[in-house]
């Protein structure tokens, strides 16, 4: 062990490795408890990363050999090679960061900053912007971990608090637990920085770890549980995690319940009786639907009735609907579901075909109400889904299933925990809002593709199926949740990293146009001061403020070159020069982008040699529009050309009415999180937004998706005017779920055509 207690000094980004060695005061049974479970992560670690890499550098042939042009197989060998050359460091730098995380278990609050909670680079770092690369490799290791977690709860669950009773303090967050998925995540960062890797095949290598040592890291927590339960940290420990209803079956909530009370004879009565009660009104509410419906056929007129014809059994329709499921194309026409009518008429047609000596087929009336009563659901929930999204067709897909439910169990129409139900819910609920743009999630889209083919080609009558399928969907939904939060909270952090950055160039603008109007500068002197010097002078504001003696030197820079009224060369353009050559670099001037810039603002003095070479007039003018030229096309600090100026912070730049001043006032009380509604075509269709962020300053508004990618950004101003003008509104999510919502418009419906429903019925 004393090999990976090398880590003084070591650094992972901004947090300081620390070892065992370096930890003198920890009890001793805890020393001894800790080393033994950096023992056993070294047995766990070392041989895993080693197998983790063999399957990369496979992976990586693979690619490189299926290759479509030169210069992307060369880019796979080479990093096939860094590979090869810098796997020998990856497991040691990886156990350096788990001992670091188990040597801070007792770390006094207010000494390590972050060891209990992580902290947000916003939290911990200076201001910077954000990277798209970086995005991606913290979504990449924030899925690793999400998986981990949801896969292995339980035995996290226990971890945690056994991991607190060696820190004398509560149970640890799953966030911040030494060993736990989120801490070998960074571990794993930490342990690739060594590999001069691109963003693909550094997501590349996270995705080969999560295979091969994530997903069987189940083992691994096992056998350090019973490590520290055998060294009586909390031998009896009884994990009291429970699974939410729709991810357990009755039966194993009942061995539970059973485990803890026995009821007594006078509560299984009154259990039965409240389930009766229950079955009761179930059928009641179903009842109501039924004589709606008779009271629309009422009104339609009486049906001719069907000579030599034969009632169709409920075994008859099972197994044409069986049939039928099975298809492609079951339920639907183009994708989508179909309405009662053409369902009605499928049904009859398949069931001629296999009819007793091809008399017509007839159905019993409560099964025909119940065909028609699916047809309007799907109907209506079909409307409630972008017309566009392909959760059209899975919800067309879905129908002769939940048809087939629906047959066999009256409670789908009235109990809202009915495990197809809460499925058929999900699955428009979620097609409703996360998929409703062009760049819908490829993840979830497939996820619910093999949710459906499952019901499609599995279900034949075991409600257990959906109750599976419901909690593998809620697990994809919950990890799809937080990447969507983590997501939002860096667009955040940009937006807000840009606001500072635009007020501080704003002010360093102001700063150089003061100064600018004192003299007469040359072409080249402007650019220079108006768009790199007036970034350096904004990047110093940033980090030491405006009244720091940094600014006002930088300040002073900017004057001096100004005054300069010779191109000779004077003592004190040795200093003016350096600090020109600090600030340009520091803003992402290249090198020897900095070096003309310089050249030509304190050029050498010439000798007689030089002058016989010194070009023309005409040249030098066209050198200087050159760099003049490249100055202005260069990017911005944080990549943008230009940026408001003070005047739009300081009042609004639409003139705003009555109404528009008062819908601005209600805007800024909402708070972050708030979803709009947009009018977005003279169709009415509409989109869902989230308000993540707005500027009382700038009054820029921050809006994402359901997934927290950013959307479409808005001034306030330009919010309060669609308000007003009736193109968004706020938008609160229904408490009612989209399947309770449809029965209570088809019970409206069918009332407002004239059916009647029994006295006493509940609405």
């Known amino acids: 062990m004393s090999q990976r207690s090398i880590a003084t000094g070591m650094r992972s980004g901004d947090e300081i490795l620390m070892s065992l060695a370096q930890r003198p005061e920890l009890p001793p049974r805890v020393r001894l408890l800790l080393e033994g479970l950096l023992e056993r992560s070294a047995n766990q670690f070392e041989h895993a990363i080693s197998r983790s890499l063999d399957e990369l550098e496979q992976e990586l042939f693979k690619l490189a050999e299926r290759s479509r042009s030169n210069e992307q197989q060369q880019a796979r060998f080479e990093a096939l090679r860094e590979i090869k050359r810098g796997r020998a460091d990856v497991a040691p730098r990886f156990l350096l960061h788990v001992e670091s995380s188990l040597a801070q278990v007792r770390v006094p609050a207010g000494k390590s900053a972050g060891v209990k909670r992580a902290p947000t680079p916003a939290a911990t770092g ?19 971990a999400s998986k981990s977690e949801i896969r292995h709860s339980q035995a996290l669950y226990a971890l945690a608090h056994r991991f607190g009773v060696l820190a004398g303090s509560p149970a640890w967050e799953t966030e911040a637990l030494p060993l736990g998925p989120a801490q070998l995540a960074r571990a794993l960062r930490h342990a690739t920085q060594c590999l001069d890797l691109g963003i693909e095949y550094r997501v590349l290598a996270y995705r080969m770890f999560d295979r091969v040592v994530m997903l069987p ?25 429970t699974r939410s209803r729709d991810a357990q079956a009755p039966a194993a909530d009942a061995a539970h319940a059973g485990a803890k009370e026995e009821p007594t004879p006078a509560a299984a009565q009154a259990a039965a009786a409240d389930a009766a009660a229950a079955d009761e009104r179930d059928a009641e509410l179903f009842n109501t639907l039924r004589m709606l419906l008779s009271g629309r056929r009422h009104m339609a007129g009486p049906m001719p009735p069907v000579e030599n014809g034969y009632m169709a059994s409920r075994d008859d329709l099972q197994s044409v609907l069986g049939a039928l499921q099975r298809k492609p194309d079951a339920g639907s026409t183009r994708g989508k579901a179909r309405d009662a009518a053409t369902l009605r008429q499928d049904m009859l ?36 889904v972008n017309s566009e999204s392909s959760a059209q067709s899975l919800l067309g897909r879905l129908q002769v299933p939940v048809l087939r439910v629906a047959l066999s169990d009256k409670t789908f129409f009235t109990q809202s925990e009915h495990p197809a139900r809460m499925l058929l819910n999900t699955i428009a609920e979620t097609g409703a809002r996360w998929m409703d743009d062009e760049g819908a999630d490829p993840s979830l889209a497939e996820k619910m593709q093999v949710v459906v083919d499952r019901v499609s080609t599995e279900y034949n009558g075991d409600l257990s199926l959906f109750k599976t399928l419901l909690t593998d969907l809620g697990q994809h939904m919950q ?51 108006e768009q790199a010097w007036t970034d350096a002078l904004a990047l110093t504001i940033l980090r030491q403020g405006e009244d720091s003696s940094a600014f006002h030197r930088r300040l002073a820079v900017a004057d001096q070159l100004l005054r300069r009224e010779t191109t000779a060369a004077t003592p004190a353009d040795k200093t003016l020069r350096q600090e020109l050559d600090v600030g340009l670099s520091q803003v992402g001037l290249h090198g020897d982008d900095v070096r003309a810039v310089l050249g030509r603002l304190f050029p050498v003095a010439s000798s007689a040699a030089n002058d016989a070479v010194k070009p023309a007039n005409d040249e030098e003018v066209e050198s200087s529009t050159a760099l003049a030229i490249k100055l202005k096309s260069r990017a911005r600090l944080g ?9 739009a912070v300081a009042k609004p730049a639409i003139d705003l009415t009555a109404e528009e001043k008062q ?68 938008w609160n999510e229904a408490s009612e779920s989209l399947i309770d919502r449809a029965w209570k418009a088809i019970k409206g419906t069918l009332r407002q055509i004239g059916g009647t429903e029994p006295q006493g019925a509940t609405a």
């Not at 990549?639 to 005047?647: K, L, V």
Request: proline share 4%; with cysteine.
């Open 639 to 647: 990549g943008e050309q230009t940026s408001a100026p003070r005047a």
């Open 217 to 241: 890291i189940g083992e691994f927590y096992e056998l350090v549980n019973d490590y520290l339960a055998k060294q009586r940290i909390l031998a009896h420990l009884q994990s009291q995690f």
């Open 663 to 730: 819908m601005m006032e209600r805007i800024r009380s909402l708070p972050f999180g708030t979803w709009f509604e947009f009018t977005t075509n003279q169709q009415g269709a509409t989109v869902k937004r989230k308000l993540a962020w707005f500027s009382t300053l700038t009054g820029r508004c921050l809006f994402v998706n359901q997934r927290g990618a950013r959307t479409d950004e808005k001034t306030l101003e330009q919010l309060a005017r669609d308000m007003a003008r009736q193109q968004a509104k706020v």
């Open 479 to 529: 990890l799809l949740a937080r990447r969507a939060e983590v997501a939002e909270r860096r667009h955040v952090d940009a937006a807000k990293g840009r606001e500072k950055l635009d007020l501080a160039r704003d002010t360093a603008r102001t700063a150089i146009e003061r100064l600018i109007k004192r003299g007469n500068p040359t072409p080249l002197v402007r650019t220079l001061l």
């Open 126 to 144: 200076p201001l910077e912007l954000i990277d798209s690369a970086v995005l991606e490799e913290d979504l990449a290791l924030q899925e690793i």
């Open 349 to 384: 047609m398949h069931l001629r075909q296999a009819s007793p000596q091809g008399r017509p087929p007839v159905l019993a009336e409560e099964d025909s109400d119940t065909v028609d009563l699916v047809g309007m659901l799907f109907d209506y929930i079909t409307r409630s």
